[in-house]
């Protein structure tokens, strides 16, 4: 990679994702208004009062009653200037909540991938190294299984074993209120809350990570390169490492650049299921009352994430192989 081009190519990707995050918050603003129902009625239901004249100052009051590409207008400028609404379910501006609830889902969704990533490049090398063996089989198998049960059962499951019958961890919320703790004890008691969301987030990538690992490790070994490092006398143990592994990881690296974006999308599932406050949370209770702003904003805050994380992915993919070029 030359550091020449560096700047050039920062440029260029930054424009360019700034022109994607534009077309996905229209794309997003269209499709919410486009849901059947009135946010004003579901206001006035909250409010305990639902008689016309109180509906029509709520319309005023939210913009509602203008034309909707005049919405349209007025929310865009309002994203330019990082001013993403205000929320009349909870009346408090949406960038407020979503950044008091943005770090929760961040230790959720990086503690997931960390699993993930990990646990499944670990055992997919193993199944590669060991291939046709027994270790291979009960890879395989436990990846499969981890693919194809869903998410809120693992979850079910997990709070049953280790919070219901054995005791051992918590099963909902992020901390214990009740302790009143500060410092360590405060983050030994978010680590314990952390584990089982993050173990049944992770699980489903980290079965997805160990197949795709264990295909392109045997891939790899099949090329020309690995059989001349192999005719040479290069000891098994390094081959694997500088010679399959590393080459074996830019796919991997590829596809966790785009799951990584997704994690934050994925955990509102398992945010849900083990009342953890973060934006997935949110943004389903948002849904519910039919919150559009809130709404709105938890989907601009996605779409930037998924952006920096591939923009991340690039630079990663070419400081991992030289052969790649920014440009």
Partial sequence: MELSRLPGFLLRRVLKSVAVILAIVVCNFLLIHAAPGDPATVMAGQSG????????????????????????WIYL??????????????QAGVAGLIMDRLPATLLLTGAAFLIAISGGVAMGALA?????????????????????????????????????????????????????????????????????????????????????????????????????????????????????????????????????????GGSILVETVFAWPGIGRLAFEALLARDYQVLMGVFFITSVMVVLFNL????????IDPRVEVA
């Fill in 77 to 90: 400028k309002g994203v330019l200037q990082l001013d993403l609404g205000f929320s009349h379910r909870q």
């Fill in 49 to 72: 009062a639902a008689d016309p004249q109180y509906m029509e100052q709520l319309r005023r009051q939210f913009g509602l009653d203008q034309p909707l590409t005049t919405q349209l």
């Fill in 128 to 264: 590669a190294r060991r291939v046709g063996t027994w270790a291979d089989s009960v890879i395989t198998v436990i990846a499969l299984a981890f693919y194809a049960t869903p998410l809120f059962w693992v979850g079910l499951m997990l709070v049953l074993l280790f919070s219901v019958y054995l005791e051992w961890l918590p099963s909902f919320g992020m901390s214990d209120p009740s302790l009143n703790a500060t410092g360590l004890a405060l983050a030994w008691d978010v680590a314990q809350h952390l584990v089982l969301p993050a173990v049944t987030l992770g699980l489903f990538y980290l079965a997805v990570y160990a197949r795709l690992t264990r295909a392109t490790m045997l891939e790899v070994a099949d090329q020309d390169f690995v059989k001349t490092a192999r005719a040479k006398g290069v000891p098994e143990g390094r081959v694997l490492r500088a010679h399959v592994l590393r080459n074996a990881l830019l796919p991997v690296i590829t596809f966790a650049g785009i799951q990584a974006g997704q994690l934050v």
């Fill in 312 to 319: 991340l992915t690039d630079l990663l993919y070419a400081l």
